[in-house]
């Protein structure tokens, strides 16, 4: 299964999060879920230089990415 790099996520505001604003200091103040599935999505990689910041599923869901995408898609436009 090819892994999708989840930028965005929605907070428990439901507020739509991108990656670049979560920041080491900021990582453990909010919960982020999943705008594909709603599973609790965690922040990986942030600060590091080597690989790219991106969200994860905190447990192995059946998430489906063109969901995800799609419905991302819907929420950048508007
Ligand atoms: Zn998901």
């Known amino acids: 299964m090819a892994e999708i790099k989840y930028q965005y ?9 991108s990656i670049k ?7 453990n103040q ?3 879920i999943c ?3 709603g ?6 990689a942030i600060g590091s230089q080597y690989r790219r910041p991106h ?3 905190k447990e192995l869901v059946d998430c489906s990415g ?6 991302l898609a819907k ?3 508007k």
């Open 9 to 17: 996520a929605y907070d428990e505001s439901k507020n739509l999060v």
């Open 21 to 27: 604003d979560i920041t080491k200091e900021n990582r």
């Open 30 to 32: 909010h919960q982020y």
């Open 35 to 37: 705008i594909g599935c």
């Open 39 to 44: 599973s609790p999505l965690l922040p990986r």
């Open 55 to 57: 969200f994860y599923h």
């Open 66 to 71: 063109e969901t995800y995408l799609h419905k």
């Open 75 to 77: 929420k950048l436009i």
